[in-house]
């Protein structure tokens, strides 16, 4: 063995093929010579073929290195700015669906027509009154019929028929003011508190606008009134994972399945509050888009209180002895809401401690009194959150976007203005989120809804 393997390696393989058959090993070993050497050939006929404008190219550098040298010096920042930086997510613009007026609805007309539905005793229709009469909303809020109609069990074609007016008006306002194609959109989440269907609410979305097929879409249910910021949150780190993206959000809540028609006084005061609407907001990383962008994203806190029992069966969804259902917003929510705004505003504090425009969640009358005290908040502070109960009622997770389309209405929003948002729901949940305006905001002429 040791010998065959000297001669190996000393003089290769060596054929021994029968007398009169073909050599097939010589044949290939001389196949492997000749492939070898058309390759050194080959390597050196290019390597000369290079030779004359390298040395040209260095030539031309030598020269002219002087004048070459901010340029490039510029250039190389901009790459290390590009790469080194973190990347950050911009808001384009935004858009707050506006009912048609055949659905306003004043507090007398409310009245009225729970009256006719058949569905409320008299001590029922009381207690609304009188809830309607501290609720803080005005005489022009929107509200679906279906809810009052006699004898009308509200179904999953009401509620589909809905989600699909106050979403897709949202997103047709929105993408008419961007002049996105839809083709673009990598990203899409929707939040929508009560109704949660099979498709989803976001596979709605797909199907109507076709979004390409690689779509990344998330659909949020039961979150409450503070999931859009939420979702805000969920866009971002989807962003921050596929830079140069755009993200469609989608804030929402569907009235005609938060409408309680039974007579349990514990289940009726959200019949009072909850209004028709729908918030679209167009994100984007792409680093370009900082110079049409309305506003950068800062820092986005949440706080959840849902390991304490009483937060968490603060707000929640019931049945009565009937089966049927209503949301419970029990009398500890306020007592809930100021712990869990004191530990958010803890956090956000050490982050981002200053800011020039206040947007709270709409939710009512008395929850605005209770954070104007609390954090002694002027009435100038308050204006957005109040008007926008007045006029639109409480439009849930979409509230703070009425609110933000109202300071660009009246012309507020001033380049380097921070803007911070706060939104409470079921959980028990408080998430806030800083805006910086990047430019002076005029009032939108199409898609904002205080125009006239």
Known sequence: ???????????????????????????????????GYIYLLSLSCTFCFFIPPLLLLFIFVYRFLPILAFPLSIFFLLLLYHFLTPSSVFLLDFSCYRPPDHLKITKSDFIELAMKSGNFNETAIELQRKVLDQSGIGEE???????????????????????????????????AATKINVKHIKILVLNCGVLNTTPSLSAMVINHYKLRHNTESYNLGGMGCSAGIIAIDLAKDLLNAHQGSYALVVSTEIVSFTWYSGNDVALLPP????????????????????????????QLVRTHKGMDDTSYK???????RDGKQGLYVSRDVMEVGRHALK???????????SFEHLCVLASSKKALDEIQKDLKLTEENMEASRRTLERFGNTSS????YELAYLEHKGKMKRDDRVW????????????????????IDSPRHNNPWNL
């Open 314 to 320: 603060s707000i929640e969804l019931r049945e009565d």
């Open 1 to 35: 063995m040791e010998k065959e393997a000297t001669k190996m390696m000393n003089g290769g393989v060596k054929s021994k093929s029968p007398k009169g058959s073909p050599d097939f090993l010589r044949y290939v070993n001389m196949r492997y010579v000749k492939l």
């Open 343 to 353: 530990a958010n505003i803890a956090t956000l504090g050490r982050l981002e401690p």
């Open 421 to 440: 948002q706060i939104g409470f729901g079921s959980g028990f949940k408080c998430n806030s989120v800083v805006w910086k305006a990047l430019k002076n």
């Open 271 to 298: 019949n009072c509050f909850f209004r028709m609407g729908a918030a679209a907001v167009m994100l984007s990383s792409r680093r370009i888009d900082r110079w049409r962008a309305k506003y950068q994203l800062m």
């Open 141 to 175: 809020s929107y509200m679906p019929r279906v809810v009052f109609k006699p004898g009308h069990r509200v179904n999953l074609r009401d509620g589909r028929e809905e989600a699909a007016m106050v979403i897709f008006g949202a997103i047709d306002e929105l993408l």
């Open 398 to 401: 979409s509230s703070i976007w």
